[in-house]
């Protein structure tokens, strides 16, 4: 029996990083000065047109979970919104724009106007309930 | 309103039940505490193997998985939330490479590798079984942006 003190170092760091994580998570946080930035995005690098109030670009990896369960919730929110669009693309297969908008980790979610300008973003799973209040807030 | 869906191969992915890596993860968090605490080479040999098979065979093929299956699924009740098989897997290949570290380090008569790789390793087990915590979302995209270009 060597030392007990690796172990409590280990599980109380992890720990307090796993609390603050799952609580940031999903939190959606507004753009600087969007309304003169420009858009973030082509059409053409979006392969659709923009949605005509809300875009919802998501980006999405192969090993993640979360991944599927925020594609799921964002489609089911918008489904009966035509004026709103979920985009859900794949990271590893567009990474130069990944680069440009620095999506570090996945599901990240912008929240594109109507010009295709960023507004805001989401990193990590998506919550219902904030996706959507950030929608309404939105004319 | 439109979903339109780029992420490839979406329709050919293999689902698992999403509770059988979370109880892995527990029992792989017990199993790497006592190895930190005790410096158990041989503890971590066993965990290397268990990780190996989750890694290269498939998480539902690791003998956790088995446990899960013959001792904690049966008990359970409700629907059974399903998970892609690749996330799981992604994250065992990631043990494993601690889990070589540390057996590396402990042959080579390093005490130091062996207790950092093996606290590596114990911190995100410890995560993924409490938190419920997905390394292959914070890590794989960050690992394809390093090596791009």
Redesign the interface.
């Known amino acids: 029996?060597?030392?007990?003190l690796?172990?409590a170092?280990?599980?109380l760091?992890?720990?307090a990083?796993?609390?603050w994580?799952?609580a940031s998570r999903g939190r959606i946080k507004g753009a600087k000065s969007a309304h003169q930035a420009a858009p973030a995005l082509t059409e053409a690098e979006l392969?659709?047109s923009f949605?005509s109030r809300v875009t919802l670009l998501q980006?999405?990896?192969?090993?993640?979970?979360?991944?599927?369960a925020t594609?799921a919730l964002?489609?089911d929110v918008?489904?009966d919104?035509?004026?709103?669009?979920?985009?859900?693309?794949?990271?590893?297969?567009?990474?130069d724009l990944?680069?440009r908008l620095n999506?570090?980790?996945?599901?990240t979610t912008l929240i594109l106007n109507s010009r295709g300008v960023e507004v805001g973003r989401a990193i990590?799973a998506a919550k219902r309930s904030q996706v959507i209040d950030a929608l309404a807030a939105i004319a | 309103?439109?979903?339109?869906?780029?992420?490839?191969?979406d329709t050919s992915v293999k689902l698992i039940d999403?509770r059988g890596p979370r109880f892995g993860a527990v029992i792989t968090t017990v199993v790497l505490?006592i190895s930190?605490?005790?410096?158990s080479a041989l503890l971590i040999a066993l965990q290397l193997v268990v990780f190996a098979i989750g890694a290269f065979i498939s998480p539902t093929k690791s003998p956790y998985s088995f446990l899960y299956k013959k001792f904690v699924k049966p008990r359970l009740s409700g629907d059974v939330p399903t998970?892609?098989v690749?996330?799981?897997?992604?994250?065992q290949l990631v043990g494993f490479l601690f889990a070589v570290t540390a057996l590396g380090g402990s042959i080579a008569g390093s005490s130091a590798v062996f207790?950092v790789a093996v606290?590596f390793c114990?911190?995100a087990a410890?995560?993924n079984a409490?938190?419920d915590?997905?390394?292959?979302?914070?890590i794989?995209?960050?690992s394809?942006?390093l090596t791009?270009r």
């Not at chain 1, 029996?1 to 007990?4: D, E, G, I, N, Y």
């Not at chain 1, 980006?59 to 599927?68: D, G």
């Not at chain 1, 919104?81 to 990474?95: C, F, N, T, Y």
């Not at chain 2, 690749?86 to 994250?91: E, L, V």
């Open positions: 029996m060597k030392s007990l690796p172990l170092i280990v599980l760091l992890s720990a990083f796993g609390f994580f799952n392969g659709t949605g980006f999405s990896s192969a090993f993640c979970s979360p991944c599927r594609r964002l489609a918008t489904a919104m035509p004026d709103v669009v979920h985009v859900d693309m794949d990271a590893e297969s567009h990474l990944v680069n999506i570090i980790s996945t599901p990590g | 309103m439109t979903t339109t869906n780029t992420v490839a191969t999403a505490a930190l605490v005790t410096h998970e892609d690749r996330p799981p897997q992604f994250a207790t606290s114990l911190a410890f995560l409490a938190f915590f997905c390394l292959g979302c914070q794989y995209l960050l394809k942006r791009h």
